[in-house]
């Protein structure tokens, strides 16, 4: 069992920048694939950015991909979610979540389907 406490969220004008951060409780954070997704209103929630277990391996949706990063601190139990040239279409809650599978592909894990936990939302808001 894990939980996901997310930060960081808030109002920011297009252009300008947040870093996200997703604290995961437990030691096994190392173990999980960590993932990014975000709603907004009255649409589905999509895949934003995924990291691996040791790090090295990302993948952005590609909306985002230029623009945002997604890094880990697994000494801190911590995924961040750098977001530079924010856009008014970035304006979503965004969400992390964590997968236990062992041996699930980069490319599954762009779907909400190996995820097992995830956290509880921060809003992002982006004005024009």
């Known amino acids: 069992q894990v939980q996901l406490v997310e930060s960081g969220g808030g109002l920011v004008q297009a252009g300008d920048s947040l870093r996200l951060s997703c604290t995961a409780s437990g030691r096994t954070f190392s173990m999980y694939a960590m993932g990014w997704f975000r709603q907004a209103p009255g649409k589905e929630r999509e895949f934003v950015a995924t990291i691996t277990r040791n790090g090295e391996n990302t993948y952005y949706a590609g909306s985002v991909k230029g623009r945002f990063t997604t890094t880990r601190d697994n000494a801190k139990n911590t995924v961040y979610l750098q977001m530079n040239s924010l856009k008014p279409e970035d304006t979503a809650v965004y969400y992390c979540?964590?997968?236990?599978?062992?041996?699930?592909?980069?490319?599954?894990?762009?779907?909400?389907?190996?995820?097992?936990?995830w956290g509880q939302g921060t809003q992002v808001t982006v004005s024009s």
């Open positions: 979540a964590a997968a236990s599978a062992s041996r699930v592909g980069v490319i599954y894990l762009t779907t909400s389907a190996p995820y097992n936990y």
